[in-house]
C-alpha cells in the first residue's frame, strides 16, 4: 500500500491531533495518581512538538509509517463491523419477516395477477415537478 507524502496542513492537523491525545492520556493518569505515567506522555508530546519543529522529514516518515498501520487495521475493523452489521442486523430481520410471510420487495409472483404495474393516481403537471424530481 502507497502512502502519498502529507500535505502542510494535514502534517499539522496529525501532530496536533497526536499531541492532544497524549496529553489528555496525561491529564487522565495525573488525575489517578499516576504521576510518572503523566509526565512520560507530557513529555512525548513536547518531545513530537520539538522534533516536528525541528526536523519534519522525521515526523514526515513516522506518519507515513503510522498511516499504513492504521490503514491495516481499517480494513480489518471495516470486515469485522460489515459481518458483524450483517449477521446481528440484517439476518434476524429477514428471518423474522420470512416467519410472519412479509414480502417488503414485493418479490413473490403472484399468478391471479394480469400485470404488476402500479396505477400512481394522475395529478396536474408542473413545471417544478422537474426541478425537484424526488
Request: charged share 20%.
Amino acid at each position: 500500500m502507497q502512502i502519498k507524502s502529507p500535505t502542510k496542513k494535514q502534517l499539522n492537523v496529525f501532530v496536533l491531533g497526536l499531541c492532544l491525545i497524549l496529553l489528555l492520556f496525561a491529564w487522565r493518569s495525573f488525575r489517578e495518581d499516576s504521576s510518572k505515567i503523566s509526565f512520560i506522555l507530557m513529555g512525548l508530546a513536547s518531545a513530537l512538538v520539538i522534533i516536528y519543529l525541528i526536523k519534519k522529514n522525521f515526523v514526515i516518515q513516522f506518519y507515513k509509517i503510522w498511516m499504513r498501520c492504521v490503514s491495516y487495521i481499517g480494513m480489518v475493523v471495516t470486515g469485522i463491523l460489515m459481518v458483524a452489521i450483517f449477521y446481528l442486523v440484517f439476518t434476524p430481520v429477514g428471518i423474522f419477516l420470512r416467519l410472519i410471510g412479509k414480502d417488503i420487495l414485493n418479490l413473490n409472483k403472484d399468478a391471479k395477477l394480469k400485470t404488476y404495474w402500479i396505477d400512481r393516481p394522475h395529478r396536474k403537471f408542473n413545471k417544478s415537478d422537474y426541478e425537484k424530481q424526488f
